[in-house]
């Protein structure tokens, strides 16, 4: 059989999705699966035993109906016996429809029938789970196909010897603090309204440094340096002297490395967070106030701790909706009170460090 899975968009998006293709090739492990993406998401899915060919749906396809086209026509000529569209847009709508595979799968919309033959309603948020929506939403795009109950729904980042010795040698080259903990710092998030405030996050740093005197290392993208410059100029002088800001990796791939060599990642709620939980570091985050806390809050434990307005005060959420909130997003941060925050920060760092 010959499976494809499409997941667009965000890397945490495609990371997440991989539970798909980890679960297909375990209940059918002759079989090939494939992985559609974007091109900057592709390095998260790299040495995946679990994909056999990752096909890239460039930006530039995209824009061009001509090319789009001729992709969809590729894609046909595959002859996949199934489709999974996790993402179920019109792109990935149309490329499913013409794909000439027997099985088209998606998430239910009122338009779907159009393209899929089997539609899968999501759990709607309200519902109670360990693990988090966007875990369990993924896996009910598999009950077409596999029966059993899954027990592997974690996603994962495989690693080779050589891209951690890598990472290890480029720490070698900076002074850190051997007798302290390595922390690699979320600084800002992949949009304004998912960025904490700068002056809090400095304070946060501040707090970070003098309880655990632990080695800091900013994870942002290049046209971010003058912003997480900013963070690094608001904190005090002896926490600057613990932030490594020019331990910097050049790419994903190497990003991933050094992540794998930290004892924590601490920051806003994102891409990062499911890359360390992908590489089983432990994460403390701060969600977006009008992040959607049910399906993003995933695999919550003593070693991986987030902190959402909806959990300090959900009457918020009765008066308001996501829009609005998102429009007034640093307003609602302003309710998320900085001592516990703190308080939960200290019994994370209890927890890792003990």
């Given at each position: 059989?010959?499976?494809?899975?499409?997941?667009?968009?965000?890397?945490?998006?495609?990371?997440?999705?991989?539970?798909?293709?980890?679960?297909?090739?375990?209940?059918?492990?002759?079989?090939?699966?494939?992985?559609?993406?974007?091109?900057?998401?592709?390095?998260?899915?790299?040495?995946?035993?679990?994909?056999?060919?990752?096909?890239?749906?460039?930006?530039?396809?995209?824009?061009?109906y001509l090319s789009l086209f001729?992709?969809?026509?590729?894609?046909?000529?595959?002859?996949?016996?199934?489709?999974?569209?996790?993402?179920?847009?019109l792109e990935t709508n149309l490329?499913?429809?013409?794909?000439?595979?027997?099985?088209?799968?998606?998430?239910?919309?009122?338009?779907?029938?159009?393209?899929?033959?089997?539609?899968?309603?999501?759990?709607?948020?309200?519902?109670?789970?360990?693990?988090?929506?966007?875990?369990?939403?993924?896996?009910?795009?598999?009950?077409?196909?596999?029966?059993?109950?899954?027990?592997?729904?974690?996603?994962?980042?495989?690693?080779?010897?050589?891209?951690?010795?890598?990472?290890?040698?480029?720490?070698?080259?900076?002074?850190?603090?051997?007798?302290?903990?390595?922390?690699?710092?979320?600084?800002?998030?992949?949009?304004?309204?998912?960025?904490?405030?700068?002056?809090?996050?400095?304070?946060?740093?501040?707090?970070?440094?003098?309880?655990?005197?632990?080695?800091?290392?900013?994870?942002?993208?290049?046209?971010?340096?003058?912003?997480?410059?900013?963070?690094?100029?608001?904190?005090?002088?002896?926490?600057?002297?613990?932030?490594?800001?020019?331990?910097?990796?050049?790419?994903?791939?190497?990003?991933?490395?050094?992540?794998?060599?930290?004892?924590?990642?601490?920051?806003?709620?994102?891409?990062?967070?499911?890359?360390?939980?992908?590489?089983?570091?432990?994460?403390?985050?701060?969600?977006?106030?009008?992040?959607?806390?049910?399906?993003?809050?995933?695999?919550?434990?003593?070693?991986?701790?987030?902190?959402?307005?909806?959990?300090?005060?959900?009457?918020?959420?009765?008066?308001?909706?996501?829009?609005?909130?998102?429009?007034?997003?640093f307003n609602y941060f302003d309710?998320?009170?900085?001592?516990?925050?703190?308080?939960?920060?200290?019994?994370?760092?209890?927890?890792?460090?003990?």
């Open positions: 059989m010959k499976f494809l899975v499409i997941q667009q968009k965000r890397i945490g998006d495609v990371l997440t999705s991989t539970i798909i293709s980890n679960n297909l090739k375990k209940a059918y492990p002759n079989a090939q699966v494939d992985y559609m993406c974007y091109a900057n998401c592709v390095d998260v899915l790299k040495n995946n035993p679990n994909i056999d060919n990752v096909i890239v749906l460039e930006e530039k396809v995209r824009k061009n001729k992709f969809i026509f590729q894609i046909r000529s595959k002859k996949y016996d199934t489709i999974i569209d996790a993402y179920s847009k490329i499913t429809f013409f794909s000439g595979a027997k099985y088209k799968i998606s998430y239910k919309k009122g338009y779907s029938n159009l393209f899929y033959n089997y539609n899968i309603e999501r759990l709607k948020n309200g519902t109670k789970s360990d693990i988090g929506l966007a875990i369990i939403n993924r896996l009910r795009l598999l009950k077409p196909l596999i029966k059993k109950e899954f027990t592997d729904y974690k996603p994962k980042v495989f690693l080779t010897e050589t891209e951690i010795k890598e990472a290890k040698a480029l720490i070698d080259k900076f002074s850190l603090q051997k007798d302290a903990p390595t922390f690699m710092i979320g600084i800002l998030g992949s949009e304004w309204y998912k960025t904490y405030p700068f002056e809090k996050m400095a304070e946060l740093l501040d707090f970070t440094v003098e309880t655990t005197n632990a080695n800091l290392l900013f994870n942002y993208i290049p046209k971010q340096k003058e912003d997480a410059l900013k963070i690094y100029n608001l904190c005090q002088p002896e926490t600057q002297k613990r932030i490594y800001f020019d331990l910097y990796a050049n790419d994903l791939r190497s990003f991933l490395g050094l992540l794998s060599q930290c004892d924590a990642l601490i920051g806003n709620e994102g891409g990062s967070v499911n890359m360390a939980k992908a590489l089983f570091i432990p994460t403390f985050s701060l969600f977006s106030p009008s992040v959607d806390k049910e399906t993003w809050q995933i695999f919550e434990d003593e070693k991986n701790i987030s902190i959402h307005l909806k959990d300090l005060k959900p009457e918020i959420y009765t008066q308001y909706d996501e829009k609005y909130i998102k429009e007034h997003t309710e998320y009170p900085i001592e516990l925050i703190k308080e939960k920060l200290k019994s994370f760092f209890e927890e890792i460090l003990k």
